[in-house]
């Protein structure tokens, strides 16, 4: 067989005909092999969706089961039948938000008119926080109402929560989204969230 010189390089020898379809043939057909034995995985079924499209009042709110703190699950649709307030901001302002939950834990909460709960979002958190850390956490700062660790922000993504300010969050005795406000605690502003509530409890079932 020639040889064909290159002045600027070894010697190049031209391949066989018929032999440079051998190894791509080869190799797609150990993919297609593979690909065969492989049974596929099950889908995960568990996990939250990556997209939840933004709804409006009197839609239903995204159902969620989020568990507290200490590891009790709520379910957003075993607590039909009463008003839903949700409490939920930046850990920053934690401290006002406390205030919105001792208040309305007092005048509505404990008399047992609404289920009052306060969602914490952990989606933002470093990726290595330990759960057992955040309960902890949580724990040790004694809220007056429980703590829900929304590690995906399925609260959040529903409503695209600011997180910046404290969120006060209705959900109707339905299931529906019925209001949404924001704002540091004052007590005007507590009357105000206070007779939106009643108006609720006006039409519970």
């Known amino acids: 067989m020639p040889v064909m010189i ?37 889908p995960v079924t568990d996990f939250p969706p990556f997209w939840i499209e933004k ?6 709110l995204h159902p969620f089961v989020i568990s507290d703190v200490g590891d009790r699950p709520w379910d957003l649709k075993a607590l039909r039948g009463k ?17 919105w939950a001792e208040a309305l834990n007092e005048e509505f909460g404990r008399p047992g008119l609404i289920h009052l709960l306060w969602v914490h979002n952990l989606s ?27 590690w995906h922000s399925l609260v959040g993504r529903s409503l695209r929560v600011c997180y910046d300010t404290p969120n006060l ?20 502003f507590h009357a105000r969230i206070a007779e ?7 039409r519970t079932p």
Do not use: M, N
């Open 124 to 150: 933002r958190y470093p990726w290595d926080l330990q759960e057992h850390h955040a309960k902890d956490l949580w724990q040790q700062y004694k809220p007056p109402v429980p703590v829900l660790l929304d």
């Open 196 to 202: 939106r509530i009643r108006r609720l409890l006006s």
């Open 83 to 99: 008003p839903v307030i949700l409490l939920t901001a930046h850990r920053s302002v934690r401290y006002d938000l406390r205030k």
């Open 6 to 42: 290159d002045r600027h390089g070894p010697p190049f020898r031209p391949r066989p005909r018929g032999t440079g379809w051998r190894l791509p043939l080869a190799a797609l057909a150990v993919c297609l092999w593979l690909g065969a034995a492989v049974t596929p995985a099950e």
């Open 55 to 60: 709804i409006s009042p009197g839609q239903p």
């Open 169 to 188: 969050i209705a959900v109707d005795a339905f299931g529906r989204f019925a209001w949404q406000e924001q704002g540091p605690y004052t007590k005007p």
